[in-house]
């Protein structure tokens, strides 16, 4: 017959393992999201040759806005590191049954923070690429960006895997 402290023991690394799975989940299916979503169009949508000739770029505003995103780029890494050593951090943290709920809820919200930087990062580098484009321009791809998604998804409302 298994003893008592066997059964809490396995139940400890039952409940350990689940929490660290689910924590797994909920950090990693927002980033496979996003990557599905970078996936889906041309990452740098201001190169592609359907889109400049549909927005009328000209070579300037191209050049200009690879140039936001060159800039940019170094501080999005840079929070995406902070962001995963943060939660791994948590991640660990959770999986220490000993922990007080106290640091736990301290370390989710430097993950959060840092998540905030990672968004507001981008926000603003799309705010600086907007401000590069006419109205017109914006409004163009505004659509071209609804067609896209229209396009990729399948008829019966789910996300299609395509390219």
């Known amino acids: ?27 990693l299916a927002p980033l496979m999201l996003e990557a599905n979503e970078q996936g889906r169009r041309p990452h740098r949508w201001w190169q592609s040759e359907e889109v400049r000739t549909e927005l009328g770029l000209t070579d300037e505003q191209s050049t200009s806005l690879d140039g936001i995103y060159q800039e940019t780029l170094p501080k999005q890494r840079e929070s995406m590191r902070r962001l995963d050593a943060e939660e791994l951090t948590l991640s660990t943290l959770i ?5 007080q709920e106290l640091d736990v809820t301290r370390q989710i919200d430097r993950v959060e923070a840092a998540r905030s930087e990672l968004s507001k990062t981008r926000i603003l580098m799309v705010f600086r690429m907007y401000r590069v484009l006419s109205e017109a321009q914006r409004e163009t791809l505004d659509e071209w960006r609804a067609r896209d998604n229209d396009d990729r998804r399948p008829s019966d409302g789910t996300r299609s895997k395509r390219r």
């Open 1 to 27: 017959m298994v003893s008592k402290r066997v059964q809490r023991q396995t139940l400890m690394r039952w409940r350990t393992a689940t929490l660290l799975g689910l924590l797994g989940l909920l950090v």
């Open 95 to 99: 999986a220490d049954m000993n922990v």
